[in-house]
Each structure stands twice: as structure tokens, then as C-alpha cells.
């Protein structure tokens, strides 16, 4: 009997193991199972888990089924290895889809670049023809190349410009605007376009106003305005004027720049700010649509922004809108 009985419990132990081994690789089997159909989801693109859906609905969803998957495994190294891994393809799906992102905006601006460079580098090519010539006259020699230095110029100008556009897009240049008098910053704008001015007898004046304090950074405010500026005394007739007037507000101070120039269709108010967008009635006067488009990006960085009034035939009125002394 005693054997019997020893026999019997040998066996029973054999099939309590047998029952937990099949017990635990049924469990082994269902905590891979999930990670297969994590990992399966995200190859395919379509897990809940991993797209991002702008409605409430879907991503009330997506929280429930979510919940309903993870809720299954036990707080155990098995579950813990699937939100680990979760995180881990939630972090490259995010990375590949910057990628893609900063791959778009390379090729754009290749594009960009390739488009504006094309006809300044066409010319310097020919005028560099023309210079080949034995038959040139010194005078002439001296034109072709004062022309190819101004193509030169310009492409460089147009490279600088777009890149800092560029980079301001994408945050990858930040400056710190700060509480400062606008004054100074006016009067170096106006200086930096006062020979081209001069050159077409057109007339700069500033209203009467005292010095205040805004919120900006005047290293580029400057450029900003010499870019309106710039624009102003080109698309404006020989001896013409040019108004600057500033008006306090409660938040912010707007300084307006007036010309007499040709004007702006009301239709193309917001078009004028878009990168490389040149109005119709602009087309005959050389330039490239970009310093408007690197202005208002400007200030918007400084939380500022600029607008326009105009009427064809009797000039345009830019408005920036700088913020009032900040006391964050």
C-alpha cells in the first residue's frame, strides 16, 4: 500500500508540474502574442497606439482600446517590457515623421534657391562671355563688369536671406527681444537707405514724437524696417516722400511707414507676405519677394506683426505693431 500510495503522489506532482508548465506557456504564449500585434500594428501604420487623430471621438477610442490592451497584462517584467516598447516606437514614430519634416523643408528651399538663382547666375555667365571679347571697349569692360559684381551681390543678398528666413520658419534662430527705445532703432533704419534716397531725390521725414520704450530687439527691427524701407524708395516715383508716424496704443504702438509710390491691390494685402510673391504692378522693378516675407517673420518672433493699407496711385501705408514696454 505504501508503495501504491507514493505512486500516486508521484504521479499527482507530475501533473500539478505538467499543468503549470502548460499554464505558464499558454501565458508566455499570450504575453508575446500582444507585443506581435503591438509591433505588427506599428509596421502597418494603423495602431491606434501610435497615430495621433485631431478628433475627440477617435482619440476617446484610442484611450479605450489602449486601455483594453494594457489593462490584459499584469504588472509584470512582461507588461512592463510592452510600455517600455511602446514609448520606444511612439519615440521613433515621432523622429521619422521630423525626418520627413525637415527632409520637405531642405528640398523647398533647394527648390527655392535653384528658381531665384537662375537668373542672376545666367547673367553673370553672359556678361563673363561678353568680357572674353578682344573687340570690348575699356568703358564697356567696366559696365559688363560692374553688372556681373551687382549679380553677384544679389545671389549672395538672396542665399543670406532665404537661409535666415529659413531658420527663422523652423526656430533655429531665436534672439531675445527687450524693453528698449524705438527711437534709435528708427534712425538707424532710415540711415541705412538714406543714399538710395538720395540717389532718386526722394524725401525721408519722421513725425515729431518722443523717444518710448517697446518691446524689441533692434538688431533686427532695423532690418526689418531698412526691408519696407527699401521697398519704398524703389517702387516710389523721383522726388517723393516718405512719412514715418508712430500712434501709443494700449498694447501696442504702431509706427507706420507711408509712401507715394504705385500702391498695392487690396486682393494682394495678405499675398504681399507670402515667401517670393511679387504683386503685378511690381513685376517691371527688379527684386525677389522675399524681404516683406523676412519682416513680418521677424516680428512675429518679437510677438509684433505688420499690415498694410494701400490704394493703387497713391502709395501704401506699412504698419508695425511692436508691443509696449513688457514687464514679464
Same mark, same amino acid.
Given at each position: ?61 484610442? &484611450?479605450?482600446?489602449?486601455? @483594453? *490592451? /494594457? !489593462?490584459? +497584462? ?6 512592463? =517590457? ?20 525637415? &527632409?520637405?523643408?531642405?528640398? @523647398? *528651399? /533647394? !527648390?527655392? +534657391? ?6 542672376? =547666375? ?5 556678361d563673363t562671355e561678353l568680357l572674353e571679347s578682344d573687340e570690348l571697349k575699356e568703358e564697356q569692360r567696366k559696365e559688363f563688369l ?48 538714406y543714399a538710395q534716397a538720395r540717389e532718386k531725390k526722394i524725401e525721408i521725414f519722421m513725425e515729431e514724437f518722443k523717444d518710448i ?116
Amino acid at each position: 500500500m505504501g508503495r501504491i500510495a507514493f505512486s500516486y503522489i508521484i504521479i499527482s506532482i507530475f501533473i500539478v508540474i505538467f499543468f503549470i508548465l502548460a499554464l505558464w506557456t499558454i501565458w508566455l504564449f499570450r504575453e508575446w502574442r500582444l507585443l506581435e500585434i503591438i509591433l505588427k500594428k506599428f509596421q502597418n501604420k494603423d495602431s491606434l497606439l501610435f497615430e495621433e487623430d485631431s478628433t475627440i471621438s477617435n482619440i476617446s477610442l484610442k &484611450k479605450r482600446r489602449k486601455q @483594453k *490592451l /494594457i !489593462s490584459s +497584462l499584469q504588472e509584470t517584467r512582461q507588461s512592463k =517590457l510592452v510600455s517600455e516598447l511602446e514609448q520606444i516606437l511612439n519615440r521613433a514614430s515621432w523622429q521619422e515623421e521630423q525626418a520627413k519634416k525637415e &527632409k520637405n523643408q531642405v528640398m @523647398k *528651399l /533647394i !527648390s527655392d +534657391l535653384s528658381h531665384q538663382l537662375k537668373t542672376p =547666375l545666367a547673367n553673370i555667365i553672359l556678361d563673363t562671355e561678353l568680357l572674353e571679347s578682344d573687340e570690348l571697349k575699356e568703358e564697356q569692360r567696366k559696365e559688363f563688369l560692374h553688372h556681373a559684381k551687382a549679380q553677384a551681390a544679389r545671389m549672395q543678398w538672396l542665399m543670406q536671406n532665404l537661409l535666415k528666413a529659413s531658420r527663422l520658419e523652423n526656430g533655429m534662430i531665436q534672439f531675445q527681444a527687450e524693453n528698449t527705445g524705438i527711437k534709435a532703432t528708427i534712425v538707424k533704419a532710415v540711415n541705412a537707405v538714406y543714399a538710395q534716397a538720395r540717389e532718386k531725390k526722394i524725401e525721408i521725414f519722421m513725425e515729431e514724437f518722443k523717444d518710448i520704450v517697446l518691446f524689441h530687439n533692434p538688431k533686427w527691427t532695423v532690418e526689418a524696417m531698412i526691408n519696407v524701407l527699401e521697398n519704398a524708395v524703389k517702387y516710389s516715383k523721383e522726388k517723393s516722400k516718405i512719412k514715418i508716424s508712430m500712434m501709443e496704443m494700449d498694447i501696442y504702438t504702431r509706427i507706420t511707414i507711408h509712401d507715394q509710390g504705385m500702391g498695392i491691390p487690396q486682393t494682394e494685402y495678405n499675398k504681399i507676405f507670402q515667401r517670393f510673391y511679387r504683386g503685378k504692378q511690381a513685376q517691371e522693378e527688379e527684386g525677389t519677394g522675399l524681404g516683406l516675407y523676412l519682416a513680418q517673420l521677424i516680428l512675429q518672433s518679437e510677438q509684433g506683426y505688420l499690415t498694410v493699407d494701400s490704394k493703387l496711385g497713391k502709395g501704401s501705408s506699412f504698419h508695425f505693431f511692436l508691443l509696449n514696454r513688457n514687464f514679464r
